[in-house]
Structure formats: C-alpha cells, structure tokens
C-alpha cells in the first residue's frame, strides 16, 4: 500500500511500495529508494508523521 512521509520541514516523500524502504537496526534512521535508482536516508527524529495515500489526513477531517 503506497503512503507518505511527513518530513519535520513540510517535505513529503511518497514510497510506493513497502519494500522500497529499510529501517536501520536501532530504529534511529530510514533508507527509502527512489525511482530514479538514487535513495535518501532519513532520521526517526525527522519524521514527524506518515500517511497511507488516498486516506484523509488530519487536516482533511472536520470535528465536531
């Protein structure tokens, strides 16, 4: 299921498959493949949320 993460800076990154990302043995760090065969790594403290594509996020819902 494709999904998305939130970057602390507003960046998002879109991961198409699950098997496309690598979690470093502590926990402390991702490695996410692109498509363009590069890869980016990102820090745990980073990621301030993820978001399954096609889902509302937050913002899109409404409270009573």
Known sequence: MPFRIIRRN???VEVT???LVFISAQ???VMLELPNDASTRISASDIIRMEVI???T???LEFL
């Open 10 to 12: 507003g960046d998002p």
């Open 17 to 19: 498959s699950a098997e």
């Open 27 to 29: 926990g402390s760090w």
């Open 54 to 56: 096609g889902f509302p």
């Open 58 to 60: 937050p913002e899109d």
